[in-house]
């Protein structure tokens, strides 16, 4: 019998990133647990484990197998951490209020006199709601489907100035959903979303485009993990460690894409960043190829650009999706606005902006002359000054191209 082991206990946890921040913030086994709810019984009777967190849809389930609640979980009342004593007791905490209260110190930390509003009715929903209260908001109103408060009287609510998202949607796999459209709220301060896969759902790159202050629920997951791991080992809460793991779990999943015009020396660069960061390089002109059978050239040439893009623009949003990967784009990527949001949601976007004049033709059938060059340059360089994060001169050569990105990625991410 191992009982030194901890975990996460859940229905689906494929997608979960507790082992690799629980690695980073302690040294000690860490497990995923993924069993359907008929087997609780067993795996609590077996008891093969020293502590546990407890995931969707079990913090209500695992109450009846607590032997002592702690007046967090109590409040709350859920379980997302349970701990064992040397007797065999378990003990049921919360580590969600804490890892909420603590993305709220570091974002928005008056939220005196707020009118709130909480989306969903779940178990996160009421740990919010408290937290939101003792923040010190006025009011504290949660929108669910069919209650009294619901999507389809929002205009109750214009006068909200704070919103949390506690609800799946718009959560990996089921990306660029929205649980509703910020535009009726004019008095937004901020806005948090729970969910943190993708890094920016449809929800908060709204807010990005409004300039509307937004979090996502990593810093909340890393601290609540922070606190259980706390509870585990009986050691104090590092924040400095919170703030560090949350900085480079950002860091090692965003996606670092590059735009500009063809020729602009986008994969050769990709390639280089792919070979410093150690990870996978993907070209959606490539990924174009394979999924055809034909290139980009061939395809417009053939089928017309419309024809293309309408391709690419799957490619874009299946691409888009996976986090921790270097990503270059064909050159007319920012023409069609519908591939910005897909690019955004888990990436860092550079423009390698580099001069028509020095920009090949051979073989490029919508640059296929240096006056087209030119006129094309023109035409998109708004575009990409409206995608891009960044812009990267690419005036000489190719190292000191990549050096300039380089410095640009370590003082940004």
Do not use: W
Request: proline share 5%; hydrophobic share 40%.
């Amino acid at each position: 019998m191992n009982t030194t082991v901890y975990g996460l206990l859940g229905e689906k946890l494929s997608h979960s990133r507790s082992p690799q921040i629980h690695a980073l913030l302690a040294d000690y086994e860490y497990r995923l647990f993924p069993m359907p709810r008929e087997e609780l019984d067993s795996f609590f009777a077996a008891g093969e484990f020293a502590g546990l967190n407890v995931t969707i849809p079990y913090k209500e389930t695992v109450l009846p197998y607590c032997s002592k609640l702690s007046d967090t979980a109590k409040r709350m009342g859920c379980v997302n951490t349970i701990t064992k004593t040397s007797d065999g007791l378990l003990i049921g905490d919360n580590s969600d209020y804490y890892g909420f209260c603590y993305t709220l110190s570091h974002y928005f930390p008056d939220l005196s006199g707020k009118k709130a509003l909480v989306l969903g009715s779940g178990g996160a929903s009421k740990t919010v709601r408290i937290a939101l209260a003792d923040a010190g908001c006025r009011e504290v109103i949660i929108i669910s489907r069919t209650g009294e408060n619901n999507y389809d009287n929002l205009s109750l609510h214009a006068d909200a100035e704070f919103i949390v998202n506690t609800t799946p949607v718009g959560m990996y796999p089921n990306n660029g959903k929205a649980p509703l459209s910020l535009k009726q709220f004019p008095k937004l301060i901020g806005v948090v979303d729970l969910i943190y896969n993708p890094t920016r759902t449809a929800f908060l790159l709204e807010a990005r485009e409004r300039n509307i202050p937004y979090a996502n629920g990593l810093m909340m997951l890393v601290a609540q993990a922070a606190l259980s791991s706390s509870l585990f080992t009986g050691l104090p809460v590092d924040e400095k460690k919170i703030d560090d793991v949350t900085a480079r779990i950002h860091a090692d999943e965003t996606n670092l894409i590059l735009i500009g015009m063809p020729g602009c020396g986008k994969s050769t660069l990709g390639k280089l960043l792919a070979e410093q960061f150690h990870r996978e390089f993907l070209d959606t002109d490539e990924l174009i190829t394979a999924k055809t059978g034909r290139t980009p050239a061939q395809i417009i040439t053939e089928d017309g650009e419309a024809a293309f893009r309408t391709i690419e623009s799957a490619v874009i949003a299946e691409t888009g999706a996976l986090t921790g990967k270097v990503i270059s784009t064909g050159g007319g990527v920012i023409t069609r606005e519908e591939n910005y949001a897909p690019l955004a949601q888990n990436g860092a976007l550079f423009f390698i902006n580099r001069s028509p004049s020095l920009l090949p033709t051979e073989g490029r059938p919508l640059s296929r002359d240096t006056a087209a060059v030119q006129l094309l340059y023109e035409q998109r360089l708004p575009l990409y000054r409206r995608f891009c994060d960044f812009e990267i001169p690419a005036l000489d050569t190719v190292e000191s191209t990549f050096a300039r990105l380089m410095d640009k990625i370590k003082n940004s991410l």
